[in-house]
């Protein structure tokens, strides 16, 4: 089946940096892209969808100047948290489909101190 | 609005047969997703229904009735494996609307 690979699997960084997590579609394209944040014991909740070539379209509440999504090719899309805080702590997972299934990156979990 | 439900918890023995059941409300629907997902990993997917009625996979099966906005995952002859979150998902429009999940534990 597609395999969706997403870097890096876990990540600690300081309140008031950066960090740019990636999603790659290995064996296909994908001219869109979904990234997800998940809390503990709670469901995935969309963020924004990444579209190949323009502007990212966000969910409502989500901050687009603090999630920068860039999806530069049909296999790679990036999320960059800009001035992380610890409220940004969570389980970060990206996804893409083919067809009708949808296949989801091994996630990322960031943690902020 | 969107609204999808599922029960938070249910509890089975091994061998054993659950039902998993789903009701969702989306404005736009094209089908409905079930996915596994273990403690700190990604989902994974377990089946889609865009048509009414029951799709059997191996010792999982899904139904959905689209006039009443419901679906359920069956799990038969439950192994400890099974232990997971189940989550179902709608497809709204080409966006998945997650339902909270529902934890099964498995006991021996």
């Known amino acids: 089946g597609a395999v969706v690979s997403q870097h890096p699997s876990r990540v600690i960084c300081k309140s008031g940096t950066s960090v740019k997590i990636e999603c790659r579609s290995l064996?296909?394209?994908?001219?869109?892209m979904f990234w997800y944040r998940q809390f503990p014991k709670q469901s995935l909740m969309l963020m924004a969808t990444?579209?190949?070539?323009?502007?990212?379209?966000?969910e409502q509440g989500v901050e687009k100047d603090k999630f920068l999504i860039n999806h530069a090719s049909l296999t790679l899309s990036t999320l960059t948290v800009t001035s992380a805080h610890p409220e940004d702590s969570s389980f970060y997972i990206c996804?893409?489909?083919?067809?009708?299934?949808?296949?989801f990156g091994s996630g990322t979990q960031l943690s902020v101190l | 609005g969107q609204n999808i439900d599922q029960p938070t918890e249910m509890t089975a023995t091994e061998g054993a047969i659950v039902q998993i059941n789903c009701t969702y409300q989306?404005?736009?629907?094209?089908?409905l997703f079930w996915y596994q997902q273990h403690a700190g990993e990604a989902p994974t997917f377990l089946s889609y229904?865009?048509?009414?009625g029951l799709e059997e996979k191996g010792r999982f099966s899904s139904f959905l009735s689209r006039s009443k906005g419901y679906s359920y995952l069956l799990l038969k002859e439950l192994q400890m494996k099974d232990s997971a979150s189940y989550l179902c998902?709608?497809?709204?429009?080409?966006?998945?609307?997650f339902g909270a999940g529902t934890q099964v534990v498995v006991t021996p």
């Open positions: 996804s893409a489909s083919e067809g009708e299934k949808l296949f």
């Open positions: 064996d296909f394209q994908a001219t869109t």
């Open positions: 990444s579209n190949e070539g323009s502007k990212a379209t966000y």
């Open positions: 989306t404005s736009g629907f094209n089908g």
């Open positions: 229904n865009v048509l009414d």
């Open positions: 998902a709608a497809d709204s429009w080409g966006k998945l609307q």
